[in-house]
């Protein structure tokens, strides 16, 4: 899914008034804003979405590893990266989708 198909979606449960590119818009000013927020607080930083879920900065640490080409090792640096944990309504409504689908 792309972008796009959110704001389909969106427009199919109520938004349809609101232009395609005021929502597009709105959807890329949330992330942005999402992501700064995250960016100035740094190591540790929370931002929750009420049933949704969580995006969490956490510092992963430097490590070893091994370039698949020719098998030589590389230095990987520590770095910041988000995790996101889904909220329980989230995550019993995708697994609910999934008990449905036929396999």
Not at 17 to 24: A, F, S
Not at 48 to 76: E, L
Request: hydrophobic share 40%.
């Amino acid at each position: 899914m792309v972008l796009i198909d959110v704001v389909k979606k969106m427009k199919e449960a109520g938004y349809a008034k609101i232009p395609t590119n005021d929502l597009l818009a709105v959807l890329y000013d949330g992330i942005k804003a999402i992501g700064s927020i995250l960016v100035e607080a740094g190591e540790g930083a929370m931002f929750q979405i009420p049933r949704f879920g969580t995006f969490k900065v956490q510092r992963m640490k430097a490590r070893i590893s091994r370039n698949p080409r020719d098998g030589s090792t590389i230095k990987v640096p520590s770095k910041l990266k988000v995790k996101f944990k889904p909220s329980t309504i989230l995550q019993e409504g995708l697994n609910k989708m999934n008990r449905r689908r036929p396999r």
